[in-house]
């Protein structure tokens, strides 16, 4: 998720950067308009993605469900013992 994050924040500064450039010299770019409804679709993606997150990690177990914590301090899987062997 970090390096996603950290790629998502490299694309919009590498964008942004371009748009300047652009303006500096003076060229045709992207209208003011435009650059606003990009920016409030990204919004609402990033709010729908993050709801979808939240969901997730509300509805499904938890990723540590399934490793045993009491042994050492590595992430062991629990050990699934046939039936009736406890």
């Not at 399934?66 to 042994?71: A, F, K, N, P």
């Amino acid at each position: 998720m970090k390096q996603f994050i950290g790629v998502l924040i490299l694309f919009v500064g590498t964008t942004l950067t371009a748009v300047l450039v652009l303006r500096i010299w003076q060229l045709p770019s992207l209208s003011r308009m435009v650059l606003l409804r990009g920016g409030a679709t990204l919004l609402v993606l990033s709010l729908a993605l993050g709801a979808l997150l939240v969901a997730w990690f509300f509805f499904f177990k938890t990723p540590t469900a399934d490793y045993d914590l009491r042994v050492g301090n590595r992430a062991h899987p629990k050990r699934i013992l046939p039936p009736g062997s406890e």
